[in-house]
């Protein structure tokens, strides 16, 4: 809802207000609706708003509280707000004029430092005690906002973005190497397993589910919430556990279409996302407005060449969706200009940053833009869903029926699954074995496997001890072992590492477009009960993702609801879009693979291998193929040195 900036000196000396307004001024590149700052002799604070819920409208942030002596700058859509209210005692006829950044600051009053514990929703905030001379700051649980910081020569600086801090003459543009090594060396889509670094040195970031204090020339962080599994929810019956299904995500849904602007949402023709246009539907008929929906298709002289379980146009499921659901004003978009090489330049520049998930950032940009375009305010999205609400890995549940020896219950599920699917049972079973003890199946394969390719420079990377750093974090990227869907879901929600990155290209975009991008499958509340529902629940007459598909029995047509025998794909057509551009690609990766500066960190022997295997010509279907994938991660590396530089 607002970029943030502020300066306090851990000591005596006033604080140089030049410096404030220089962050200020290199916020002016985003929108707002308003820009207001408040200080004192040792503290700025200031806010860059961008107004979406009724009550931020016109709302004064920074916000002092002359009465508490606290001072507050916040960038947060807090969700819970009926509970807040009744916890804190407010008056009933003055909660409807209390926004959320009074919300956070009376939690902060009453509860001090343990006050995040109390608040759901997106949130990064600061606020400056004057009583207690202490800073005081937090970060929500998932990271949906970014927040960075840079302590150096005695002030502390943070904000909302990394360039206004950069703007400042005592910070110089250093990669932060250890970063770097880091996403150089892990092959999925996060950065880095230190939570706290960013691609600069010298700035940081405060990590997902912490808060951090600065009080007597000291800084120090709190982790205040950690998502482990607990007791289980014991209910009579499946459909108690379906109508408790509704109830919980049906308020999250709720919470998070409180906007004065237009609602839109993303749209593939999945679950996790028709669940969320389906319950935002229903609500805002009630209030009388329209579901805006935008989805992503690939181009008209697209061939899908994927596997026939999988498919790259999803508009078929999507428009099934929106007839049965009806209230949705649908939108079908491709941006046959666009491809992610044509984007690289703008992303580089809005996420302030090397990024990974090149595959969607042509669409997901174009989205935003039309999305702005037409007056949303908010952009739903499911992004989170496999983890929560569609929750159900079946072939690992039969495997754990399997090694528990409950023959009956899996043979039960085997035939029921067999049906669904029109597979036969043996073929299933292969699977299931290969789940239940991998171990003894990796030793009797005799298919290759390959290995997402080291594109760091092996030098490098003995410099910074990488590939002992991510040991130590669990994870070994030589490993011929996956684990399993519970060992991932158990690490999603334990480890802060796969939070930073979509916090970071949500909280950009959001800045850029105006828009607020939100996830009712990544409501905190939604997540507790997702893991407090016993596993039967979610794997359950040869269904997967049981649960979602039986709470949404009304609300999506079945064939969305109960299809498994297919998955959207999205960005199939990367490649294909990049036909035009192949030659242009092929030459700029010829020329980095001989500069002498990206050798430091890339090794430019496994580049000019894969370019010599694609260079010939653009298939589609090298669009998640390895050779691609390292060749896009070393150009957008190579293009943000060049900038830096």
Same mark, same amino acid.
């Given at each position: 809802?607002?970029?943030?900036?502020?300066?306090?000196?851990?000591?005596?000396?006033?604080?140089?207000?030049?410096?404030?307004?220089?962050?200020?001024?290199?916020?002016?590149?985003?929108?707002?609706?308003?820009?207001?700052?408040?200080?004192?002799?040792?503290?700025?604070?200031?806010?860059?708003?961008?107004?979406?819920?009724?009550?931020?409208?016109?709302?004064?942030?920074?916000?002092?509280?002359?009465?508490? !002596?606290?001072?507050?700058?916040?960038? *947060? /859509?807090?969700? %819970?707000? #009926?509970?807040?209210?009744?916890? &804190?005692? +407010?008056? $009933?006829?003055?909660?409807?004029?209390?926004?959320?950044?009074?919300?956070?600051?009376?939690?902060?009053?009453?509860?001090?430092?343990?006050?995040?514990?109390?608040?759901?929703?997106?949130?990064?905030?600061?606020?400056?005690?004057?009583?207690?001379?202490?800073?005081?700051?937090?970060?929500?649980?998932?990271?949906?906002?970014?927040?960075?910081?840079?302590?150096?020569?005695?002030?502390?600086?943070?904000?909302?973005?990394?360039?206004?801090?950069?703007?400042?003459?005592?910070?110089?543009?250093?990669?932060?190497? !250890?970063?770097?090594?880091?996403?150089? *060396? /892990?092959?999925? %889509?996060? #950065?880095?397993?230190?939570?706290? &670094?960013? +691609?600069? $040195?010298?700035?940081?970031?405060?990590?997902?589910?912490?808060?951090?204090?600065?009080?007597?020339?000291?800084?120090?962080?709190?982790?205040?919430?950690?998502?482990?599994?607990?007791?289980?929810?014991?209910?009579?019956?499946?459909?108690?556990?379906?109508?408790?299904?509704?109830?919980?995500?049906?308020?999250?849904?709720?919470?998070?279409?409180?906007?004065?602007?237009?609602?839109?949402?993303?749209?593939?023709?999945?679950?996790?996302?028709?669940?969320?246009?389906?319950?935002?539907?229903?609500?805002?008929?009630?209030?009388?407005?329209?579901?805006?929906?935008?989805?992503?298709?690939?181009? #008209?002289?697209?061939?899908?060449?994927?596997?026939?379980?999988?498919?790259?146009?999803?508009?078929?499921?999507?428009?099934?969706?929106?007839?049965?659901?009806?209230?949705?004003?649908?939108?079908?978009?491709?941006?046959?200009?666009?491809?992610?090489?044509?984007?690289?330049?703008?992303?580089?520049?809005?996420?302030?940053?090397?990024?990974?998930?090149?595959?969607?950032?042509?669409?997901?940009?174009?989205?935003?833009?039309?999305?702005?375009?037409?007056?949303?305010?908010?952009?739903?999205?499911?992004?989170?869903?496999?983890?929560?609400?569609?929750?159900?890995?079946?072939?690992?549940?039969?495997?754990?029926?399997?090694?528990?020896?409950?023959?009956?219950?899996?043979?039960?599920?085997?035939?029921?699954?067999?049906?669904?699917?029109?597979?036969?049972?043996?073929?299933?079973?292969?699977?299931?074995?290969?789940?239940?003890?991998?171990?003894?199946?990796?030793?009797?394969?005799?298919?290759?496997?390959?290995?997402?390719?080291?594109?760091?420079?092996?030098?490098?990377?003995?410099?910074?001890?990488?590939?002992?750093?991510?040991?130590?974090?669990?994870?070994?990227?030589?490993?011929?072992?996956?684990?399993?869907?519970?060992?991932?879901?158990?690490?999603?929600?334990?480890?802060?590492?796969?939070?930073?990155?979509?916090?970071?290209?949500?909280?950009?975009?959001?800045?850029?477009?105006?828009?607020?991008?939100?996830?009712?499958?990544?409501?905190?509340?939604?997540?507790?009960?997702?893991?407090?529902?016993?596993?039967?629940?979610?794997?359950?007459?040869?269904?997967?993702?049981?649960?979602?598909?039986?709470?949404?029995?009304?609300?999506?047509?079945?064939?969305?609801?109960?299809?498994?025998?297919?998955?959207?794909?999205?960005?199939?057509?990367?490649?294909?879009?990049?036909?035009?551009?192949?030659?242009?690609?092929?030459?700029?990766?010829?020329?980095?693979?001989?500069?002498?500066?990206?050798?430091?960190?890339?090794?430019?022997?496994?580049?000019?291998?894969?370019?010599?295997?694609?260079?010939?010509?653009?298939?589609?279907?090298?669009?998640?193929?390895?050779?691609?994938?390292?060749?896009?991660?070393?150009?957008?590396?190579?293009?943000?040195?060049?900038?830096?530089?």
């Amino acid at each position: 809802m607002s970029a943030i900036a502020g300066i306090y000196h851990l000591n005596d000396e006033p604080i140089n207000l030049e410096h404030g307004w220089r962050m200020m001024k290199e916020l002016e590149k985003y929108p707002a609706n308003d820009v207001q700052t408040w200080h004192s002799n040792k503290v700025f604070l200031g806010c860059h708003a961008q107004w979406i819920t009724p009550e931020s409208i016109g709302e004064q942030l920074p916000f002092y509280d002359y009465e508490r !002596q606290l001072a507050i700058t916040a960038d *947060a /859509i807090i969700d %819970n707000r #009926e509970v807040l209210f009744e916890k &804190l005692h +407010v008056h $009933k006829e003055d909660r409807n004029k209390i926004t959320d950044s009074q919300l956070i600051l009376l939690a902060y009053h009453k509860w001090g430092e343990e006050s995040p514990k109390f608040l759901v929703g997106d949130f990064a905030f600061m606020i400056w005690d004057e009583r207690q001379h202490k800073l005081f700051g937090a970060r929500d649980f998932s990271g949906s906002r970014t927040l960075y910081y840079s302590l150096k020569e005695h002030q502390i600086v943070f904000c909302t973005a990394i360039k206004p801090i950069l703007s400042l003459p005592t910070m110089g543009k250093k990669i932060d190497e !250890q970063w770097l090594a880091e996403f150089l *060396a /892990i092959p999925v %889509n996060f #950065e880095s397993v230190d939570p706290f &670094l960013t +691609v600069y $040195k010298n700035i940081e970031q405060v990590p997902p589910s912490h808060s951090i204090s600065v009080v007597n020339g000291r800084v120090s962080f709190s982790r205040y919430c950690k998502l482990t599994e607990g007791n289980k929810l014991k209910l009579d019956s499946d459909e108690e556990y379906e109508e408790a299904f509704r109830e919980a995500f049906g308020s999250a849904v709720k919470s998070r279409i409180r906007s004065y602007q237009k609602v839109g949402a993303h749209l593939s023709g999945g679950l996790d996302s028709g669940a969320v246009a389906s319950f935002a539907a229903k609500e805002l008929r009630s209030d009388n407005k329209k579901l805006h929906t935008f989805s992503y298709v690939p181009v #008209e002289d697209f061939v899908d060449w994927t596997h026939k379980s999988r498919i790259a146009n999803e508009k078929a499921y999507i428009k099934s969706t929106v007839e049965f659901v009806g209230n949705i004003n649908d939108q079908y978009l491709s941006f046959s200009e666009r491809s992610p090489f044509t984007e690289i330049d703008d992303s580089l520049d809005i996420h302030e940053m090397p990024y990974k998930f090149f595959e969607n950032t042509f669409w997901l940009k174009g989205i935003y833009e039309q999305a702005s375009q037409q007056g949303i305010g908010v952009l739903l999205n499911g992004q989170r869903g496999n983890w929560t609400i569609s929750w159900g890995p079946l072939l690992d549940y039969y495997a754990l029926l399997l090694k528990k020896m409950k023959w009956i219950h899996l043979f039960q599920e085997l035939n029921l699954y067999s049906q669904n699917i029109a597979v036969k049972k043996s073929r299933i079973m292969t699977e299931v074995r290969k789940k239940a003890f991998p171990s003894f199946y990796s030793l009797v394969q005799t298919k290759e496997q390959f290995h997402f390719p080291k594109i760091i420079n092996p030098g490098f990377a003995q410099e910074t001890r990488v590939f002992d750093k991510l040991q130590e974090h669990g994870i070994d990227i030589s490993a011929s072992l996956s684990p399993s869907a519970y060992e991932v879901r158990r690490r999603q929600f334990e480890q802060l590492y796969y939070w930073n990155s979509t916090g970071t290209y949500s909280s950009k975009l959001s800045l850029k477009y105006s828009i607020w991008d939100r996830d009712p499958t990544n409501d905190l509340r939604v997540i507790k009960f997702c893991m407090s529902v016993p596993e039967e629940q979610y794997v359950r007459k040869g269904l997967d993702r049981s649960l979602v598909r039986r709470a949404t029995k009304s609300l999506l047509p079945d064939k969305v609801r109960l299809n498994q025998k297919t998955r959207g794909v999205q960005g199939a057509d990367g490649v294909h879009r990049m036909a035009p551009y192949w030659g242009t690609f092929i030459e700029e990766l010829k020329q980095l693979s001989n500069d002498p500066i990206v050798g430091e960190y890339l090794d430019l022997h496994v580049i000019k291998g894969a370019i010599a295997r694609i260079e010939k010509e653009a298939r589609p279907e090298f669009a998640f193929d390895f050779d691609f994938r390292i060749l896009m991660r070393s150009l957008i590396v190579s293009r943000f040195i060049k900038n830096l530089t």
